[in-house]
Structures are given as C-alpha cells and as structure tokens.
C-alpha cells in the first residue's frame, strides 16, 4: 500500500542508476527540509514579531528619543543618566528587593512545610489538594480587591476578627511601614498552591526504601526529613527558588490595584515605575532604559542559578 | 498517589504519641486549608448578599438576617460584568487557540522533521523564557501598536493579546519533549503508508499527545485568564476590555456591595470549571512540575 510518489521509498527500491538516485534523494532531502520550515513558519512569525524583536527593541529604545510621532532619534545614554537622576529608581529598587526578600521570607517555607504535611496524609489527600490551589484559580485582580476589602481599616475582616480579641486596629495599606507587608501576605496566599502540588509531586517520587534504610538506621522524623527528604528535593527547591524570585521581581499587580504605589511610594516597584515612564510621563526611553537593566538583572540570576545547579550536580 | 512510606512510617505510625501528633498537625492543616482556601470565597459571597449598612455595622456575621440578591442582576447588567465576562471568553479563547497551534507545530518540526538549524530556533525560543514579556511590555505595545514590515496597528484589537500569548517558550518545550519521547518507528510506519506530513502530525502524533495538550491547554487558559498587566496596556478601548482590567477600573467608581458581587460573577467560571475538572488539573500540574 505505498504511493510510489514518495520520493524517498521511490529512490530506495529502484533500480535506476545510481546517480539519478542521488539527484532524486538530495531533491527529497530539500523538500523534508522546506516542509520543516513551513511548520516553523508561524512560530517564526509569532516568535519574530512579539519576542524576539521586542527584545533587541528594548535595548535600541534604551538609547533613544521618542515619542510615537516622530522619529526615534539616537541620545546615547541620556536615558539611562536620566533614570539614574531619578530618586524613584532607587526607591523602586528597594521596594522590589524588599518584596522580593519578605516574599521570600514568608513564602519559599510556606509551600514546602504544606506539602511536607500533606505528604503524610493517607485518606482525604485530594481534599487538601483542592483547597491548597483554591486560591491559585481566583484571577488576581479579584483577589487582590478581595484582600483590599479584608485590609480596610474600618469594616474590614482583619480588623474586625482583631479587635474582638483586642488588638489593633492596624492600618495595613494605609501607612508606608505595613503597605508591603501586606503586599506580601496576599501574594503568598495566591501563589502558594503551585509550589505545594510541586514540592508534593518531588516527595511522593522519593523511593520509600530511602526512609527505610534510615529508619534501621535509627534516625527519627526528624533526621529523616533533615537528611533524606530535604537532599532528594534539592533540585526542585532550587528550581521553585528561581521561579520565585524571577516572579517576584516582576511584582506589577499587586501593587498597582493595591495601592498605586504608595503611600509617599511605599510599594512603588520596579515593574510600576516602567509602567509610569511609559503610559503616565510618556518617556518611552527611559522605560526601555529601565527594561533593559531588569532583564540584564534577571538574565545574572538565571546564569547564577545555572552555575549553581551544575556544582551540585558535580557533587 | 500518596506512597506509604514518607518520612512518617508505618512503624512511627503505630506509636499511640507520634499518631496523636501527626493526626493533629493534619487536623489543623485542614482547617487552616479551609479558612484560606473556602474562607475567602465564602466571605465574598457573603459580602455580595449582604446589605451595605448591615456590612459595615456587624462586619464579622457569618451570614446576613435577610440576603439580598439583586446586587448580582445589578452588576451583571449596570456594571457590564456579563459584557466583560464575554471579553474574556473571547480572549482566552483565542489565545488558548493560537498557544496550542504554535506549540504544536513549532514541537512538531523541531522534534519529528528536524530541519536543519532547527537547534538554533528552539535554542532562540528556549532564551526567551529568561526575559518575561512583562519585562519588555512596552516594546512590545510598540511593536503592537505598529506592527514591523506590515504597518498593521492591532491595539484595542484581541490580536494584541492572541498573537503574543503564541510565544510561550514553555509550552513549546512541553510539546517538544513529550513528541521526543513518540516511538519513531510510528512515524516511519505512517510514512510508508503514504501519510503526508500534515497528516503526521493530525493523524499520528497529535492523537497520541492528548495529555500534553491538555497540559498545554491549562497553562493556556489559565495564564490568559489570570493576566492582567498586558491587557492592560494593550486594551485601552473600555469596551473591549477584559474581565479583570475592567474590574480595577470598577473598583473605583462602584458601590462596595456592587462590586463584590461583580467579583463574585468574575470568579465563578475559573472556580466552577476547577471544581469539575480539578483531577485532571491538580495531576497536569504535577506533570510540569516533573518535565519542567
């Protein structure tokens, strides 16, 4: 049931000379590669257009003018003084850093002692697992309006559930030293669920013969968990660990409908101050400037991830 | 799923002192799960049938004396919550649309046809992964607003959002390695059948790949409902907004009540459709978790 149209079936069982065979295959070759390419086709485009150009835009609009209407012109690294000019910059870097590392804080535990538990659950661990990642299918916005509501100082849930039993009333959003905080505590209970059915997922795949063995060993829960259960997850945690930072670097959401940025800048982040350059001030360049020196930020923490998962492999 | 032996065995388990701990731990796992898992929800549902005055005198009642409904017909029609609800649809419909045709075709031809310098485009592909589109959002509205090559201007059209959702690095490498791991031979037996390499792909490998599509949907779906930063930016039309900008904008103008409600309506499609496919959900996640 073979077509004898198929080049390369036709050039295999023929028994023409052998240089027309050549001539047919390497035509065969050249049409498997153009149909390769036309599968390629619309990733090129889609890829050509909305990343990779984006991209090398990014860096060409760091040193340029412009303002949509006219043309770009080249200002060398105006831009980039400019932003370095700024007071804002450096309060947004710290805010980042400071979301970055209370998230961190708060939120790389978190997942991992939840799954921990959960591991040892028998009957119900669908249950658990449902209501980790409840929270994960809310959209953002939603939850973060949700939360906006429960932080209200009035009537809100926190305040309320505190005072009955005598504390506050807090002011979460409202002053600069708890707007971040509070930040945090709603991004960690909306990103949780992800990195718990993860961690989950390393720990049932660790062989049970490993806890065994130590068990005869006499090593208690304790040990076992210190020993064998953190070891064998070294590489998720690393991974979980990158795939934190590299989003909480990226914190725009939650500050945003949050707060806007303040109070007096409080939660002014990165990623907002970009959004503001471009779509509030109109100053494209130094918005690209400033993209331009967040990729080169994450790009550093993606090569000092590699470096060090390859030292660990080694080891 | 759960295996037998975890850093609890079966041995500590029969211990009356350690049982009593562990069982207690999960007991109160539980119920710290529900508060913040249910709780929200619940609280937010209980936000929208309750009466502003009664919401701000008795702020901490588990359930409203007489619960109002009307606060959902009000926001579904007076806010446009419905309207906005089928911008949504309409978004995610096309991103998940246009991701699952990049991935597929782009894993077909690196991993089945391997062109030559295919490793060079999936290395290219790969790179983007390290750079977020959030990262680059405004040479990419640029780039939307004023297409290269084309002059096309897509913002305030959903092909501002459909196009870029296609260049998900990710799901490209999911498909990938999963067509990697097809049995060749397959192919080759296709191939002398007089299969031809479109019918390759929707006839042999595709139907074999339904878990990775599903995955592939997921991610889809999910990251395109749950974005808000892009759209943001490239839909500034009112009318064509998506759910989730227009509820930031909402949250401003509208009565509290009102809004909660809205955000009730806003929530319930990703809620329901987790409740009914949340297996198959929770075990797709897991799947990444291991490939990626």
Known sequence: MTLLTHPRRTAAVSKEPAKRAVDRRRGGALRKQLTAWLFLVPTLIVFGLFAWWPIVRSLLMSFQKTNLVEPATWVGLDNF???????????????????????????????????????????????YRFLVYLPVVIPPVVAILLWKWFYDPGSGLFNSALGTIGLGPYTWLESSDSAMLSLVLEATWAGMGGAVLIYLAAMVGIPGELYEAAEVDGAGIWRRIWHIMLPQLRSVIGLLLLVQLISTVQVFTEP?????????????????????????????????????????????????????????SKT | MTSLTTFVSV????????????????????????????????????GAVTPPTELSNHPLALWPDRPLLGNFSTAYTDLSIGHYLMNTFLVVGGSWFVQLFISSTAGFALSVLRPKFGKVIYGA????????????????????ID????HLN?????????????????TVL???????????????????????????????????SRPVLAVI????????????IWPLVAITDPQKQPISVALAQLATQAPQDQLIAAMVLAVAPPVLVFVVCQKYIVAGLGFTGVKG
Do not use: C
Request: proline residues 5%.
């Open chain 2, 217 to 228: 949907s997921l991610l889809a779906v999910m990251h395109s409902w749950k974005d808000f």
């Open chain 1, 81 to 127: 003084r400019a932003l370095f000019d700024d007071p804002l910059l450096s309060t947004a870097v710290g805010n980042t850093l400071f979301f970055v590392g209370l998230g961190l804080l708060i939120g790389f535990p978190a997942p991992l002692i939840l799954a921990a538990v959960m591991s040892t659950v028998r009957r119900g661990a669908g249950v």
């Open chain 1, 256 to 312: 945003y409908v949050f707060t806007g940025g303040g109070p007096e800048n409080s939660t002014l982040t990165v990623l907002l101050l970009i959004f503001r350059y471009a779509f509030q001030d109109g100053q494209y360049g130094e918005a690209a400037a400033l993209s331009f020196l967040m990729v080169l930020a994450l790009a550093l923490l993606s090569a000092v991830y590699l470096r060090a998962t390859r030292s660990w």
């Open chain 2, 11 to 46: 041995n500590d388990r029969q211990r009356p002192g350690v049982r009593a701990a562990v069982r207690s731990v999960q007991g109160l796992t539980l119920i710290l799960l529900l508060l913040i898992g249910i709780g929200p929800l619940y609280w937010m549902i209980k």
């Open chain 2, 154 to 170: 897509l913002g305030d059209t959903y092909w501002a959002l459909w196009l870029p959702a296609g260049t998900n690095a990710f």
């Open chain 2, 174 to 208: 999911l498909a990938k390695q999963f067509f990697d791991a097809l049995p060749k031979e397959l192919f080759d037996a296709a191939r002398v059948d007089g299969a031809n390499t479109w019918q390759l792909l929707t006839k042999i490998v595709l139907p074999m």
């Open chain 2, 147 to 150: 297409v290269p090559l084309l």
């Open chain 2, 125 to 144: 592909i790969l790179a983007t992964m390290f750079v977020p589109y959030s990262v680059n959002m405004v040479s990419l509205f640029m780039t939307v």
